[in-house]
């Protein structure tokens, strides 16, 4: 069933609140809109020192519906999740709703992990959700379904030098980089908010050119601007030539990994801007310590586009476990199904 999203504050919902669950760990749950600097900051640090963490499992990820759980240990995080809340029957139906984490929750000690997501799925049942939806950013092992309509990614291994990571490209894909050198096509961060805005004009251009559904131009807008004020975290790689924008790609750290996020290019004979844009983009993680890069997505068995374009750039196919649901409210979620099925 799709879920739409809305614009609405939950804040009375999720005010900052601690539930005591055991002796040693306790349940804060707060609203998206309630975070401050010094909160910020430990989700940040907590976020980098694990495994399994995700881009989109930071606060800055937030829109007016995000709510945060947050699992310590004698005070110290140990578990977290950046969710969303969400109507299924819309925002004029309130008592019916629930929550999606994306990329998460991140907690990189199994035990815990379930540990923390029980007590999540306990509080939002006490609250009246009706299900808990979560999509962890964890790899699948051996042997577990792989079908092609499963989640996949490919990333590529930043421990070598740039020479030995060229020789690992397909020969074409060196070819357009050195191609667009020789053209002198030049990539450089934005750092104006009205590079900001060329990109995304772009961006939406090259959606309506290839008939998909892009992600809204405010929410860029907002990550850009936050990696403009954190340039550690992330970039907004611009090519230029000739004082003509070819393309962007916006990339994002979290701890040794960085994933690219969202990207666009305008189509030109002469030149592709993408490949040169990738290589910057890895020369930008290798730079920031990262140790691996993640194409942001890959499908499995494709022959042709984006994924044909990021298997030029080498690298290994991982598969995600899949997306798990919890019943928090069965007479409703039974609803929600006959409703979707009709």
Not at 110 to 139: K, N, S
Not at 308 to 317: D, E, N, R
Request: aromatic share 10%; charged share 25%.
């Amino acid at each position: 069933m799709s879920f739409e999203a809305v614009a609405r504050n939950d804040a009375a919902d999720f005010a900052v609140t601690s539930i005591a669950t055991a002796p040693s760990l306790s349940l804060e749950l707060i609203a998206g809109t309630d975070l401050d600097s010094s909160l910020r900051n430990e989700i940040a640090h907590f976020l980098d020192n694990q495994h399994t963490s995700h881009p989109f499992q930071f606060p800055q990820w937030s829109d007016q519906n995000a709510c945060l759980a947050l699992v310590r240990e004698n005070g110290r995080l140990r578990w977290y999740a950046h969710g969303g809340v969400q109507y299924p029957l819309s925002a004029r139906v309130p008592m019916v709703r629930s929550v999606f984490v994306n990329r998460g929750p991140v907690c990189d000690d199994p035990e815990l992990w379930t540990t923390g997501l029980r007590l999540l799925q306990r509080e939002l049942a006490e609250r009246g959700f009706v299900h808990l939806d979560v999509m962890p950013d964890w790899i699948s092992p051996a042997g577990d379904d792989q079908s092609l309509g499963a989640r996949a990614s490919l990333r590529l291994d930043l421990r070598f030098g740039e020479d030995e990571l060229l020789s690992g490209f397909r020969k074409n894909t060196r070819y357009e980089i050195r191609r667009a050198e020789r053209m002198g096509v030049s990539v450089a961060k934005a750092d104006r908010l009205e590079q900001v805005r060329g990109f995304l004009a772009l961006y939406q251009g090259m959606a309506e050119r290839k008939q998909f559904a892009p992600d809204s131009t405010a929410h860029i807008r907002q990550i850009v601007e936050w990696l403009i004020t954190e340039p550690a975290r992330g970039a907004l790689l611009l090519a230029t030539h000739e004082g003509a924008l070819l393309g962007g790609a916006v990339v994002v750290r979290a701890g040794q990994r960085c994933w690219y996020v969202w990207g666009s290019t305008e189509r030109r004979d002469d030149v592709n801007a993408g490949h040169i844009l990738q290589w910057h983009a890895l020369r930008w993680a290798k730079s920031h310590g990262c140790t691996e890069y993640d194409f942001g997505g890959y499908t499995v068995g494709a022959v042709s586009g984006p994924a044909w374009f990021k298997q030029g750039f080498g690298g290994t196919i991982v598969h995600f476990a899949p997306a798990r649901r919890a019943v928090l409210r069965p007479w409703y979620h039974s609803l929600l199904r006959r409703l979707s099925r009709a």
